[in-house]
């Protein structure tokens, strides 16, 4: 079944940058939409960015548009996302995720799949 495991994270000063990947295990990826999602304490998971599984659409949350990229390499079974111009805000765990479907969602429900996480501090 499918497996999910993010790596990338860590402390870094406000302004500077990260990039986070998730390696995928073949059949979780194929063709399949990810996307990334974060859960700061005390708050709901929130969608930051998905791409479909051809990797030729994506959508962003609006606290990280212009700021983050996402990206996949289907060669790789490798999902990333590049933080640039990183706040104190966007401290959270950053989860990867994968639907069943090609098209992408905005909807942590429609996701079926899910890594562990990884932490991002972004210091003042």
């Known amino acids: 079944q499918g497996q999910l495991v993010e790596s990338g994270g860590g402390l870094v000063q406000t302004g500077g940058s990260l990039r986070l990947s998730c390696a995928a295990s073949?059949?979780?990826?194929?063709?399949?939409?990810m996307g990334w999602f974060r859960q700061a304490p005390g708050k709901e998971r929130e969608f930051v960015a998905t791409?479909?599984?051809?990797?030729?659409?994506?959508s962003y949350a609006r606290s990280v548009k212009g700021r983050f990229t996402i990206s996949r390499d289907n060669t790789k079974n490798t999902l990333y996302l590049q933080m640039n111009s990183l706040k104190p805000e966007d401290t959270a765990v950053y989860y990867c995720a994968a639907r069943t479907h090609t098209a992408i969602q905005t909807t942590p429900t429609l996701y079926v799949y899910w890594g562990q996480g990884t932490q991002v501090t972004v210091s003042s």
């Open positions: 073949r059949r979780t990826t194929s063709t399949y939409a």
């Open positions: 791409i479909s599984g051809s990797g030729t659409t994506t």
